[in-house]
């Protein structure tokens, strides 16, 4: 039989480095305490030697300069065009290692995401805007149609006034009934 351990598994993962090899091994060194990580977490999670290979494959940009260089002058991923200038902005910082190559992953991600949705963002802008010319066209057919019943009054009221004036005249002019 083998001996208890005397602590706790999670206290012994928790105070060594969470650091994965791309084989798959874990770091079995204590974590570095003087590290503070940069992507907000509230504990270091690395030992020393990580941390320093952390902080030197990522330098220190400020982000405000970063989201400048990647966005450029796009003002909206609304174009497969605006999309692609992102793209190779990330490329470009990506090659100066001014971005880690995780984030670039994930902001390409959102990229792809975005070109998938391109699509469908043109299909619901084209159905709005038949919606708009069927509603333009059906205001137009309502005002001829309000126009035509005008116009018809207007004749059948013309044609009334001229039927009422020559039964008159006809009235004065027929010799038979003047004797």
């Known amino acids: 039989m083998s001996p208890k ?29 003087n590290h503070r990580p940069a992507n907000g977490a509230a504990r270091p999670t690395l030992c020393a030697y990580h941390a320093d290979r952390l902080r030197a494959s990522v330098p220190v940009v400020d982000p405000e300069v970063l989201a400048a ?3 450029g002058e796009i003002n909206d991923f609304s174009t497969a ?11 470009k910082q990506l090659a100066r290692k001014r971005i880690a190559r995780r ?24 159905a709005e805007n038949e919606a708009e010319e069927e509603a333009e066209e059906e205001a137009e057919n309502v005002e001829f149609a ?34």
């Open 5 to 33: 351990l005397s602590t706790p598994l999670s206290t012994t993962v928790d105070s060594h480095c969470q650091h994965i090899s791309p084989k798959g091994n874990r770091c079995h060194m204590l974590i570095d305490q």
């Open 69 to 71: 260089d990647l966005l």
């Open 81 to 91: 065009g605006s999309v692609n200038l992102f793209l190779g902005n990330l490329v």
């Open 103 to 126: 984030d670039a992953i994930a902001l390409a991600y959102i990229s792809q995401l975005l070109l998938n949705s391109l699509p469908a963002l043109e299909r619901e802008l084209e």
């Open 146 to 179: 309000r126009r035509l019943r005008q116009r018809s009054r207007e004749l059948a009221a013309l044609g009334a006034k001229q039927s009422t004036g020559s039964a008159a005249e006809q009235g004065n002019d027929d010799p038979r009934r003047a004797a």
